[in-house]
């Protein structure tokens, strides 16, 4: 049973720091791309980004880089979302993702799903 779990959501101030975490268990985690989405209240799920099989690569949504940074640990089959400076508008719920092909921002070409963690920023 394939299983993504999300942690490290949680209330921060504006210009802060958080650390996602989502651990994988069920899979062949080093034969996936991870990718992170998140979604605002009474808004769609929007990408993120996402970092390719072995790390070697990352891709960001415009918004994020120089403030957020995925990496990976394909030994403990965990994906961690580090973000820096962070603002009001970041305020969601945050999604891990797996893919089986070679990365995508479009969450229909993500196969499984964690359950999401809560991010609030506040001003």
């Known amino acids: 049973q394939v299983q993504l779990v999300e942690s490290g959501g949680r209330l921060v101030q504006a210009g802060g720091s958080m650390r996602l975490s989502c651990a994988a268990s069920?899979?062949?985690?080093?034969?996936?791309?991870m990718g992170w989405f998140r979604q605002a209240p009474g808004k769609g799920r929007e990408f993120v980004g996402y970092i390719t099989r072995c790390g070697g690569y990352t891709y960001y949504r415009d918004s994020v880089p120089g403030r957020f940074t995925i990496s990976r640990d394909n030994a403990k089959n965990t994906v961690t979302l580090q973000m820096n400076s962070l603002k009001t508008e970041d305020t969601a719920v945050y999604y891990c993702?797996?893919?089986?092909?070679?990365?995508?921002?479009?969450?229909?070409?993500?196969?499984?799903w964690g359950q999401g963690t809560q991010v609030t920023v506040s001003s």
């Open positions: 993702a797996a893919d089986r092909g070679g990365g995508s921002r479009y969450s229909y070409d993500y196969d499984y």
């Open positions: 069920g899979l062949t985690f080093s034969s996936l791309t």
